[in-house]
């Protein structure tokens, strides 16, 4: 028999209900560190999980493929007419590397914000409830992952590092509400570069905003945005986007620029963790130390 | 062996769940839509109607928790939500006819009240800023299309699966 409302069940309930609260409210504050339990648990699904996504990734990739040959006609195309530019940029590119490294060595400049060690991972799960935009990668501390490392694609920043066990780690991707969450960007393709801070997005428009701008400084639109490295934590020189609109912030002091996400956040399998070569900052990689956090 | 199949099918939603979220969000005609895999809370329901609530919010307990502390880092959601659901279907069921029928629907409109409870969450703690005519649009409708496709596919084996355990268990009932 099924008695709801018994005075035993009540009293359980109640106790639940409370105990309920506790949780959420002890897990919801910002933890630095995981506990050892939700470590093993995190690292014990972890395992599972790769099992499933493996093959599914692989069935994916399959259909990636045939998509991809579908396109292959007008792809062709298209990538003939970009591949006489191609050469002269290449040519560029490489006369400016080697003059780059020359001019380095001529002033004695060794270490550079844009140096990082690629460390590969591959995505093994994605919150299914999509409220949260976190994704669980399979590299973790013991792999060298820290927290608040950057997390990039081929084509462009995704997120970073939130949380790490020894063999998982979860990324937050930039397209998150959490008003904490903040990149340090630059404008490029100007006269000078334009410093600005990543700072949330719009999700109408599944777009970025692109905050405190000076007011004085004009920037356009497709200029592109990439990250400044003078968080601390980040490497310089990581795509973020594109510039779409500038207008004026709420307060009309500063510019604020909405900003096309060079990667795409759906359908991740492979990405890369940038480890800095540089020393990093504690913190996060907003430009603040934990001083200036503090009103 | 037969004992954790119930579990064992558990699991096995509980990992298809993400893989199915990888390919979320949908884009169609310019606009994005949302679809949640839910085969799991769909599964315990059926374990509720069909063996019993008990059984049924041990796993949802069991599974809740895993999914809070891998997926989203608020322990007591999931591991509340999910048992709090089979409760309520075991509830419900007690007073209406039981067949498949009626169990596909009732799995519908909870899963359906499962998903507007964790907006409501997340609203409340401002984790989300969608609107609530966008939530039913982009989230609730695609998700539920979805969902009751793999029901309508899948249901009747769910229902086999559990009836075939609860005769086992009627036979012999020393077992437990």
Known sequence: MFHLFSNKRLILLLLGVILLVAMISFSLRDRDNVSFPEQLIKDGVGAGQMVFSGPAHFVTGIFDNVDSLLNTYQENKYLKSRLEEFAGVQAEVTDLRSENTDLKALIGKKEDMRDYNPIQATVIARNPDQWEEKVIINKGSSNGVLENMAVMTAQGLIGKVILTTPFTSTVEMISTQDPNYRVSAMVIGGAKDVFGLIEGYDSERRELLLKRIDANIDIKEGQQVVSSGLGGIFPKGIIIGEITEVTIDEFGLTKLAYIKPAADFSLLNHVVIADRVMPEVDGEDNGLTAEDETP | ?176
């Open chain 2, 1 to 176: 062996m037969m004992r954790y199949l119930i579990l064992g099918i558990g699991l096995v939603l509980f990992f298809m769940e993400p893989v199915f979220g990888l390919f979320s969000p949908l884009k169609l005609g310019g606009e994005y839509y949302y679809i949640v895999p839910r085969f799991l809370i769909m599964f315990l329901i059926f374990v509720s109607v069909y063996f019993d609530t008990k059984h049924a919010m041990y796993y949802g307990l069991f599974f809740g928790l895993l999914y809070d502390v891998f997926f989203i880092d608020i322990i007591g959601l999931y591991s509340f939500l999910y048992p709090a659901i089979c409760v309520v279907a075991g509830y419900t069921v007690k007073t209406v006819h039981r067949n498949l029928f009626v169990a596909t629907l009732l799995t519908l409109v909870l899963t359906a009240l499962f998903e507007f409870v964790l907006y409501q969450f997340f609203s409340l703690i401002a984790l989300t800023d969608v609107p609530f005519v966008a939530f039913m649009t982009t989230r609730l409708g695609p998700t539920m299309i979805a969902n009751s496709l793999f029901l309508f596919i899948l249901g009747w084996a769910f229902k086999s699966v559990i009836v075939g355990r609860l005769i086992e268990r009627e036979k012999n009932p020393n077992a437990y």
